[in-house]
């Protein structure tokens, strides 16, 4: 069997614990999929901070705050015929 690096075996680790029915973060029995209440809670707020850091919403923002449309960003002007 091919040799796997760390994370590859974190995640075959995490598709067996998910195959049994058990939480892929602890060994508590998995309410939804993959993890357990408690991680499922985490892997939400984590998910969201991570988008919220990619589309620039602050972390501590109330929940439901939407990023701004692209009608609403400026864009810097180009002029893309000159090349
Ligand atoms: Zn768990």
Do not use: F
């Amino acid at each position: 069997m091919k040799k796997l690096t760390g994370s590859q075996r974190t995640m075959a680790w995490m598709a067996r614990q998910k195959a049994k029915g058990l939480c892929a973060a602890c060994n508590l029995i998995a309410v939804d999929g993959w993890y357990c209440a408690r991680h499922k809670l985490q892997n939400a707020l984590g998910c969201r901070n991570r988008y919220r850091t990619r589309v620039g919403i602050p972390l501590d923002a109330p929940k439901g705050t939407r990023a701004k449309g692209s009608h609403e960003i400026q864009q810097p002007k180009i002029n893309r015929n000159l090349t």
